[in-house]
């Protein structure tokens, strides 16, 4: 298979792509989903979708038959307002763990010895037992707490043992740039919690958090293997304009918020004096306007042939999913495959077919299945 190799950034506008001639059928797998924000598959009828209100559901997608799981998982409330929650999804077969990304409560009082509001992006897993998370423990959680109800990342991608997390910046800017805090920042830990003695940490980043793999990341919604060469990529939000996918590469520093890979702050004013620095690990490609780019995922299945090797990219604002097509380490074409039909991508995932399951933040929301038409 090709190699990926990051070389100059493209800056694009995904507006103009074509729209694919693939012709696909788009239908509704299950429904009264209620602001769904992670799914995934525990075996090859069944995936666990959870909402941002703490939501956790198996849902058989030949059916769609809902189960509601049991979980005391202590993630924020969440009423329609702000961006956190119960988050990120992911079981893994090797261990039969489900591990989750969420929005950590605060067990500090304040002055008032009232509960403190601020919270933090937290990890952790269980196991599902008859439809109840039993065996929960807590990973890790974010340091330091912040009040602001936004920017939490949160995605998880599983590489045997290890665990790669994203960790959203919580709106606070160049804190990205500091390793000793983990907000802007992704994450390794072991699939246990415990930490690899091959992080950053412990060579030359002696300054940087044991867990911390990679710095200056802003708000980073999506995260996936390459089959191409067994790397991590993951997908970015910009402010206005910037979005972004780059590979998680040991030490490297993405540069927020001292660039904005092209995006500017949202009132309009720019951000550094460079969209790039050559001290700053580069991104494969960057879009400007904005799509609000959610989660991302190599397609491998055989619903979709032509497909295979392709990166597939969701997005919130642009409500659109995208396909990026990669020969001799060089994105050689990019289409829309739809647009403007389920609302506000927020993720999806490919079954054991290649069938490819979507969700939408919506309040109102269904799981929507994608598949070749007969």
């Known amino acids: 298979m090709p190699v990926l190799v990051?070389?100059?950034?493209?800056?694009?506008?995904?507006?103009k792509y074509d729209v694919t001639k693939t012709k696909f059928t788009l239908e509704k797998s299950a429904k009264d989903l209620r602001y769904p924000w992670a799914l995934s598959f525990i075996d090859k009828t069944n995936v666990l979708i959870s909402e941002k209100d703490g939501g956790l559901y198996k849902v058989d997608v030949l059916s769609g038959k809902k189960q509601k799981i049991k979980h005391n998982i202590p993630h924020i409330d969440y009423d329609g307002g702000g961006q956190g929650g119960l988050l990120d999804v992911n079981f893994n077969p090797s261990d039969g763990y489900t591990y989750f990304t969420y929005s950590h409560k605060s067990s500090k009082l304040t002055r008032s010895k009232q509960l403190s509001k601020k919270s933090s992006t937290a990890i952790a897993r269980g196991r599902l037992i008859e439809n109840e998370i039993k065996d929960f423990e807590i990973l890790l959680i974010a340091k330091p707490e912040f009040l602001e109800n936004r920017h939490y990342g949160s995605r998880i991608a599983i590489k045997g043992d290890d665990l790669f997390v994203s960790f959203g910046e919580r709106g606070q800017g160049m804190i990205s740039q500091d390793p000793?805090?983990?907000?802007?920042?992704?994450?390794?830990?072991?699939?246990?919690?415990?930490?690899?003695?091959?992080n950053p940490h412990f060579s030359e980043r002696m300054d940087w958090l044991p867990e911390i793999y990679l710095i200056g990341v802003r708000n980073p919604q999506g995260i996936a293997v390459s089959p191409h060469d067994d790397e991590i990529y993951f997908s970015s939000h910009g402010p206005r304009g910037g979005d972004h996918i780059g590979e998680v590469e040991f030490g490297s520093n993405y540069g927020w918020k001292d660039?904005?890979?092209?995006?500017?702050?949202?009132?309009?004013?720019?951000?550094?004096?460079?969209?790039?620095k050559n001290k700053y690990k580069r991104p494969l490609i960057s879009w400007v306007p904005s799509m609000g780019i959610s989660s991302i995922q190599f397609y491998e299945g055989k619903t979709f042939p032509e497909w295979q090797g392709d990166l597939l990219v969701a997005s919130l604002n642009g409500e659109s999913l995208i396909r990026m097509d990669i020969e001799n380490n060089e994105i050689v074409a990019?289409?829309?495959?739809?647009?403007?039909?389920?609302?506000?991508?927020?993720?999806?995932?490919?079954?054991?077919?290649?069938?490819?399951?979507?969700?939408?933040?919506?309040?109102?929301?269904?799981?929507?299945?994608?598949?070749?038409t007969l």
């Not at 990051?6 to 507006?15: F, K, N, P, S, V």
């Not at 000793?180 to 091959?198: A, C, E, L, N, Y």
């Not at 660039?259 to 790039?276: Q, T, V």
């Open 259 to 276: 660039i904005a890979w092209g995006g500017r702050e949202y009132y309009g004013l720019g951000i550094g004096d460079s969209p790039f």
């Open 334 to 372: 990019k289409e829309i495959i739809f647009n403007d039909k389920i609302g506000r991508i927020r993720d999806f995932k490919i079954d054991y077919d290649g069938n490819i399951y979507l969700i939408s933040d919506n309040p109102k929301s269904y799981l929507w299945k994608l598949s070749k």
């Open 180 to 198: 000793s805090k983990h907000p802007g920042s992704i994450v390794r830990i072991k699939t246990d919690g415990s930490i690899p003695h091959d």
């Open 6 to 15: 990051l070389a100059e950034t493209i800056i694009d506008d995904y507006r």
